[in-house]
């Protein structure tokens, strides 16, 4: 591993075909993290009925994918393996500064500050990539290729299993499944649980099977949204704060997404 990586610090010759391999094995690694990230949750959790968008996770692997894939010609292109490292450190620096400032408008140039940490950040990323692609700097063809294999699948997994939604998240989610599966099994004249009051049609109008699906959390660290989907097309929303406090469900989807984004604002 040690001559792997003074390899990538010293200047050697590169064929064309090294930075397609380096392409590849990135382009690799962001497709099955994607998969992995996106499905780690429904592996895990079997017991709670989570919905799948199949359409967006396979997307989001095909752009991480892409990106992956650039990143790694970047890297992998020069024949100066710093040069590569560098180029490469650079653009993953510059692509986690701008996504932080674009949400800012004008104002995200407060953030440029972050920009070396970020590249520097970058250089292990550049590194693997660039061991990626030359198989670990190991002798026999078959060998680079097993070795870069077998690594990019302890990455992916490992990478996609901390993507998985927090622990509060999990607990929304299975308090949401509680709520609807009580609040069915009762009668229909039943008053309805105090989070289902604003949805009075919600007995008539549910059906019987239903997914769930969190919303994105990152702008509100202690509000959970949850979207239930019933099968017959009806669909209610619910958010949980933090602590005690009962969570409030509304008809629609994403009904409370806008309360995120305000709770950011201020």
């Given amino acids: 591993m040690l001559q792997a990586i003074r390899k990538i ?12 391999r380096t392409a590849a094995a990135a382009g690799a690694l962001g497709v099955l993290y994607a998969l992995v990230a996106g499905l780690a949750d429904r592996v895990l959790l079997p017991d ?12 989001a692997a095909l752009w991480t994918g892409a990106a992956m894939a650039a990143l790694g010609a970047m890297v992998g292109a020069p024949e100066q393996r710093a040069l590569g490292v560098l180029a490469g450190a650079l653009a993953t620096g510059l692509w986690f500064t701008a996504r932080g400032a674009m949400p800012l408008g004008w104002g995200g140039f407060v953030l440029l500050w972050t920009f070396i940490p970020s590249v520097t950040l970058g250089v292990p990323l550049a590194v693997l990539l660039r061991l990626l692609g030359g198989g670990f700097g190991l002798a026999q063809r078959s060998r680079r290729a097993a070795a870069s294999g077998v690594a990019i699948l302890l990455l992916a997994g490992t990478a996609g299993y901390m993507a998985r939604m927090p622990q509060r998240a999990v607990l929304a989610l299975r ?3 509680a709520l609807v599966r009580d609040t069915l099994a009762q009668p229909a004249a039943a ?13 008539t109008a549910a059906g019987t099977n239903f997914a769930l699906e969190q919303y994105p959390a990152a702008t509100a660290p202690d509000a959970i949204g949850v979207n239930v989907h019933f099968d017959n097309g009806y ?13 409030l469900c509304q008809p629609g989807l994403d009904a ?11």
């Fill in 9 to 20: 610090i010293l200047p050697a010759a590169r064929s064309g075909r090294a930075g397609w």
């Fill in 48 to 59: 709670v009925a989570l919905r799948t968008d199949w359409r967006a996770l396979l997307q």
């Fill in 256 to 266: 409370f997404r806008s309360a995120f984004s305000s709770s950011a604002a201020n």
């Fill in 235 to 247: 669909a209610i929303s619910c958010l949980f704060g933090s602590g005690s406090v009962p969570p």
């Fill in 191 to 203: 008053a309805l649980p105090m989070a289902l009051r604003s949805a009075a049609d919600f007995r």
């Fill in 175 to 177: 308090n949401t499944q």
